[in-house]
Structures are given as structure tokens and as C-alpha cells.
């Protein structure tokens, strides 16, 4: 039987000891007796997917192994799991167990114990390292660095320097982005679905310049990359509608940078279509996808995917829209067998971890469309008293107001949260700021809505005609019609809360 040397480093550094150096501790443990070399190079601890260590534990189970040396704990293994694994084996096959450094005995009961306890703080370094790592990595996403990964279709490097620290950025490549201009002003008409975008770029010929083939999948992950916008006021509300965690303030949304789009550090298993903690940052490269055009085909693409999980006619037109004034998570369909059928329920409520109670009501799909469709009729019969604005300084000033308009929300909800626990004073306070704050909403709340009347009457005028036929529409254009006039609907204890598109 011999001695078995494990050594193991993943990484080559200053500051780390080489497997050469290991290997010498190692030996030095045997006394000259027979011994087998098992090295690991370039793999971490934090598990045993690892060759050489595989190999050994096999040789430990055939019988060729006595004792095992390393020279240091946290070398074999960083897990407490693993480790009490492994100890298990070793003491199964009678092996014993060596760190040259920290020279422990595995034959006595105190031994074994200082063994777990050391394991614990080799686990609990692994966890800082790697949280520190992450951190770093963040903090340098938000500044705008170039973090790596696949350079998007559109764009090529190029080399700058942000806060006096070299990096690169994006570059537009106009042979490239003048087809992602086409596919995306393809896909914001409703009429065309991603089959029929492939199926004409194929027709016309039209290649992609990177060699790869056009397909359906490629495309929905290009129209839902932030990092082709001009990210005006308009992109800053879909993303905090969505619920994403936005860097920038909201005056920084000019329209001019794209965006960077980021998990978050918030472990997730949410679906990709689903935006909550994820992290919204302003790029430092330009953007070349009109607000608008983008937003279309990004809330489209929304739609598509919550919309196809049931079957269309008991589903509503209206989901994606619907939210939980209470969590700001979105209402879901849900089948009973009453004489309502079908009713809106909070996604969160009642999940893992959540103190979500719902909507605070009953909210039956009947009533809310109902109530819905007399909505957009009295909303639309509105614009009909209203005149149309043109001039470009009309346009600027708009968004000036949006962008305030949302500096303003942002306020009144904080100073709504320090409501609780607050004093008599502060509470006048408090009411009078809000007051004097909803006051400016409520004028430029109008007055965007009048400027936007500039969005063309022949749109506005289809969509009126398609109102007066509602029950002869599909539920594609049913849905066609919510996306162009609404932005979300949040619904808590009774109240219901639209914000328009228009």
C-alpha cells in the first residue's frame, strides 16, 4: 500500500504556493516510503469534479491507498459537505489522513473535530472570496467598463477610457446595424412575426455579415437587448415598471446611450423574460434603435412570452399588463368552475418568502375587461377635443416634463415610506410636500398628454375603429390595441390605477 500526495491550485499567482512546492511538503511526510503523485491544476476547491482527485479516491477503494497527505486542508477540499464525504470514505477503507502544515490526527476524536471546524473556516473564505470577487465585478459594470463576453451583432470594440482607467467600448458597425434597423422596424408592426422577419431576410437575400443563420431565436435575443437603444424617459419607466434595480437617475436618460443589461447580484431562477433584480446601467456607447421602435418590439416580446404558457381564448388580453399594486408583481390568470370562470391573482402571493396577500380583492377577468374596454373608449373619445403639437422644441420639452414627471414619483415615494414611525411635525411635512409634488404631477401629467396627440390621428384613428369592432377582433389585436395605449395597470384593495401610453 503507499502513501497518496494530493496537490491542487487553481490559479497561478504571486501570492499562491506552486504544485512543485506542495509536492516537497508532501514528501517530506512519507520518510522515503513508496508514494503516488495526484495533482489537480487549475481547478477550485469548491468541489470534487476533479481528475486527480477522482483518481485517488478510486485507488482508495481498490485498496492501494494507506494514508493520504496534502499540504494544507483547504487544498483537498473547501466544502463541508464534500470534506465529511470524504472522511467517510477514508475511515470505511482505514485511510489515514495528513496536513503537513497543520498537522492534524485523524485517529482521535479532538483530531477529527479541529479537521470540521477548520473546514468550516476554509468554506467560509472560499464564500468571501467569491462575494468579493462579484462585487468587484458589479462595481465595475456600473461605471461602465467593458466586462467581456460576446461582442453583440451592431457593434465592434474600441478602445477608451472611463474615470482615467483604460477599458473598451462599443462601436457602431453600419453594415450591421442597418439590418438590426430593418429587423426591428420589421417586428414593431404587429403584422410580421419572427417567422416572417427570417423568411424575408432569406427571400431579399440578406445575410448575416458574421456567417451564422438567420433564425427566429437570434432575433428575439437581439430585440430584447437594451444595448441597441437610444434610452430616453420612456426606456427608464419600462425598465422600473418591470421592476429592475436602475443605476443612473432618471435626468441621465437623454436618449443618447444604450444600456447595459446585468443579472443582478441577487441569485435568480426567474425566467429570462422576467426583469425583477435585474440591473439596468447607461453604456457609454451610442445607441441606434429609436426609443420607440425599441420599446414596441421589447413589450411585444413581453407579450409573447406570457401569453403563450395557456391556450389564448381562456387566457385575457390584458395579462402583462396587470399588476399587483401592493408587490408590483404581475396578476395571472386563474380557471374556476363558478359562473365568473376566470379571475386575476397575484403571482407572489402565497409564494415561498413572500408577504404578498394579493390585490386585496377579488378581481374577476369579466369585470376588469369590461371595465377596461370603457376605459380606452373614454380615454380615446378625449383626444378628439384635443389639437395637435408638431414643432421639435415641443418634442424636447415633453421630454423634459416626462423625465420630471418620474423625478416626482420617485419623491412622493419616498417620502411615503417615511410615513411609519413618523412625528406630528413630520407629518405635516410630509403631507405637504406630497400635496405640493402630486400637484405638479397632476399638470404635467396633462400636459404630456395633450403634446402626445402628436403621434399621428390615422393611428389613432384605427385603433378607434378597432375599439368599435372589439368583438370582431382576435386576440392578437386585442392585445395590439392594450400595448399601444397602456403601460400597466396596478390594482390594490379596490383601486384601480392605469397609466397610459398616450
Request: aromatic residues 10%; neutral net charge; proline residues 2%.
Amino acid at each position: 500500500m503507499y502513501d497518496a500526495l494530493y496537490v491542487r491550485q487553481s490559479i497561478e499567482k504571486k501570492d499562491s504556493i506552486s504544485v512543485e512546492s506542495q509536492l516537497e511538503y508532501c514528501r517530506y511526510e512519507t520518510h522515503g516510503e513508496a508514494c503516488i503523485e495526484y495533482t489537480d491544476k487549475g481547478f477550485s476547491g469548491k468541489d470534487t469534479n476533479r481528475p486527480g482527485f477522482e483518481n485517488m479516491m478510486n485507488d482508495i477503494r481498490a485498496g492501494k491507498i494507506k494514508r493520504v497527505i496534502v499540504y494544507k486542508l483547504d487544498r483537498i477540499s473547501r466544502s463541508i459537505l464534500d470534506f465529511a464525504n470524504m472522511m467517510e470514505i477514508f475511515q470505511k477503507y482505514h485511510v489515514e489522513f495528513v496536513s503537513s502544515t497543520e498537522k492534524f490526527d485523524t485517529s482521535t476524536p479532538i483530531g477529527r473535530a479541529m479537521l470540521n471546524i477548520c473546514i468550516v473556516f476554509a468554506q467560509l473564505e472560499r464564500e468571501t472570496i467569491q462575494k468579493r470577487v462579484t462585487d468587484a465585478y458589479y462595481a465595475r459594470c456600473k461605471r461602465g467598463f467593458y466586462m467581456g463576453g460576446r461582442i453583440p451583432y451592431g457593434y465592434r470594440l474600441t478602445n477608451t477610457v472611463i474615470d482615467n482607467i483604460r477599458t473598451s467600448m462599443y462601436e457602431e458597425v453600419p453594415e450591421e446595424s442597418e439590418q438590426l434597423k430593418l429587423i426591428y422596424s420589421m417586428y414593431a408592426d404587429t403584422d410580421n412575426s419572427l417567422g416572417d422577419i427570417v423568411r424575408y431576410l432569406n427571400e431579399h437575400q440578406i445575410k448575416n455579415l458574421r456567417g451564422a443563420n438567420w433564425n427566429t431565436a437570434r432575433i428575439s435575443e437581439m430585440l430584447r437587448n437594451p444595448v441597441y437603444v437610444e434610452a430616453d424617459i420612456g426606456v427608464y419607466q419600462f425598465f422600473q415598471s418591470q421592476g429592475a434595480n436602475i443605476y443612473n437617475p432618471a435626468s441621465d436618460f437623454t436618449g443618447y446611450n444604450a444600456c447595459y443589461l446585468y443579472k443582478g447580484t441577487v441569485s435568480t431562477s426567474r425566467k429570462q423574460s422576467d426583469l425583477s433584480d435585474k440591473e439596468i446601467v447607461l453604456a457609454p456607447h451610442k445607441g441606434f434603435i429609436p426609443s420607440k421602435t425599441w420599446l414596441a418590439c421589447r413589450i411585444r416580446c413581453l407579450n409573447n412570452r406570457q401569453s403563450t404558457k395557456t391556450c389564448k381564448p381562456k387566457n385575457s388580453w390584458l395579462v402583462g399588463k396587470v399588476k399587483c399594486g401592493n408587490c408590483g408583481y404581475a396578476l395571472t390568470i386563474r380557471k374556476a368552475k363558478t359562473k365568473w370562470g376566470r379571475y386575476f391573482v397575484c403571482s407572489q402571493s402565497g409564494s415561498r418568502g413572500s408577504n404578498c396577500t394579493g390585490a386585496g380583492c377579488t378581481v374577476y377577468a369579466d369585470v376588469l375587461e369590461e371595465y377596461m374596454l370603457d376605459a380606452i373608449k373614454e380615454r380615446l373619445s378625449e383626444f378628439q377635443k384635443l389639437s395637435c403639437l408638431s414643432e421639435t422644441g415641443e418634442e424636447q420639452t415633453n421630454i423634459t416634463k416626462k423625465i420630471r414627471l418620474t423625478q416626482i414619483e420617485e419623491e412622493i415615494e419616498e417620502l411615503l415610506s417615511k410615513v411609519s414611525g413618523a412625528s406630528g411635525v413630520l407629518m405635516k411635512y410630509i403631507n405637504e410636500k406630497v400635496s405640493k409634488l402630486d400637484a405638479e404631477r397632476k399638470t404635467l401629467q396633462e400636459e404630456i398628454v395633450t403634446a402626445n396627440v402628436t403621434d399621428t390621428e390615422g393611428r389613432l384613428k384605427q385603433i378607434t375603429n378597432h375599439v368599435k369592432a372589439w368583438e370582431m377582433l382576435s386576440f392578437e389585436d386585442r392585445q395590439a390595441v392594450v400595448d399601444t395605449l397602456i403601460k400597466v395597470i396596478r390594482i390594490a384593495d379596490g383601486n384601480i390605477e392605469i397609466t397610459w401610453n398616450i
